[in-house]
């Protein structure tokens, strides 16, 4: 066979399954319904719980400060990073003395200079996010120009806010939602987080904090 009719028979066997693909049906199914307003976050809640988060629920700006106040307290290295912050928020944690980091692209020319300190050394790392996932107690997080999620990787605590309406039930909820959110193209980095980093990948013994945060916080908030 020449490498015409190889090329010619690869083409043609691409094509046909492209052709069927389109008549298959989408593997994505998002679901209608499902439990609303407070029992999603009650969901979410104990998904979260499950996996070793923490879910908090803040109506209004006093009682995120209330809780800001509990999960930062004694720890004075706290950095957030964000445009998916929920409206109002940036003023209260503004009010704790949060660093609000600048964009940093990291890339071949800037590699010798590492990642900041200021992210290295935070006891403290909060973010906004996409989405919260009930089923699964997951938060949607994606990167954007200049700004990654070395935060939420690195930082021991990850503290997620949160709007109530943000929330979805299912996976196949959020496998829609999001590339909606991005017209021209999804990030490059999407992340599904469930709780507290960990790993058992020596001799099996589950280790919590070993890639990633001790803690995750997410605060649910409505006005």
Request: glycine residues 10%; proline residues 6%.
């Amino acid at each position: 066979m020449d490498r015409d009719q190889f090329i010619a028979n690869v083409r043609s066997a691409v094509e046909a399954v492209s052709r069927r693909s389109h008549e298959l049906a989408s593997p994505v199914r998002r679901r209608d319904g499902g439990p609303a307003g407070e029992d999603r976050f009650l969901l979410f809640r104990d998904c979260l719980e499950f996996a070793g988060g923490q879910a908090h629920r803040a109506a209004g700006s006093e009682k995120l400060r209330e809780i800001l106040g509990q999960i930062i307290a004694g720890r004075n290295r706290l950095v957030a990073w964000g445009e998916d912050l929920p409206a109002g928020t940036r003023q209260v944690l503004s009010e704790f003395g949060v660093e609000w980091l600048p964009p940093l692209t990291l890339s071949p020319s800037n590699a010798e200079q590492g990642i900041p300190p200021s992210i290295t050394e935070a006891q403290v790392g909060i973010t906004g996010a996409l989405l919260g996932v009930a089923e699964t107690g997951s938060v949607v997080l994606a990167s954007r120009p200049g700004e990654n999620l070395l935060i939420a990787s690195l930082s021991s605590i990850h503290v997620v806010l949160l709007g109530i309406d943000q929330l979805v039930v299912t996976l196949g909820d959020a496998f829609v939602r999001v590339p909606a959110m991005f017209p021209e193209g999804l990030p490059g980095n999407v992340a599904f987080i469930s709780g507290p980093s960990r790993s058992a990948d020596i001799e099996q013994s589950l280790a919590i904090g070993a890639h990633g945060p001790m803690e995750v916080h997410v605060i649910v908030i409505s006005s």
